[in-house]
């Protein structure tokens, strides 16, 4: 019942930045978390940050704290990662995924808690 379409990929060189957007359909939005995930070739598919429904708690994995930021606007039903002082190794597929709702809220969101996932977007980031 949600649909989850990633934009905002590309090439960009190191020390550069991007920012990703994921548009989710349905009149629900404000009511579920969000997170970003990242997948590299040959690498496990990692967390990268979250974001609860207000948009007043989040998390960031420690390889991107203080260079990624991840936000919302419930009333554009659009999650954002803002990617600045790209690395090399920030080269990944970046997918957006809908959290399953729980009675409580965890800072990092696992791979298993996602309900919902977008086709996710490639970052390249050039060294």
């Known amino acids: 019942q949600v649909q989850l379409v990633e934009s905002g990929g590309g090439l960009v060189q190191a020390g550069g930045s991007l920012r990703l957007s994921c548009a989710a359909s349905?009149?629900?939005?404000?009511?579920?978390?969000m997170g970003w995930f990242r997948q590299a070739p040959g690498k496990e598919r990692e967390s990268v940050a979250a974001?609860?429904?207000?948009?007043?708690?989040?998390y960031y994995a420690d390889s991107v704290k203080g260079r990624f930021t991840i936000s919302r606007d419930n009333a554009k039903n659009t999650v954002y990662l803002e990617m600045n002082n790209l690395k090399p190794e920030d080269t990944a597929v970046y997918y957006c995924a809908k959290r399953r709702t729980s009675a409580v809220w965890y800072p990092k969101f696992r791979e298993d808690e996602a309900d919902y996932w977008g086709q996710g977007t490639q970052v390249t980031v050039s060294s």
């Open positions: 974001i609860n429904w207000s948009g007043a708690m989040t």
């Open positions: 349905g009149r629900t939005f404000g009511t579920y978390g």
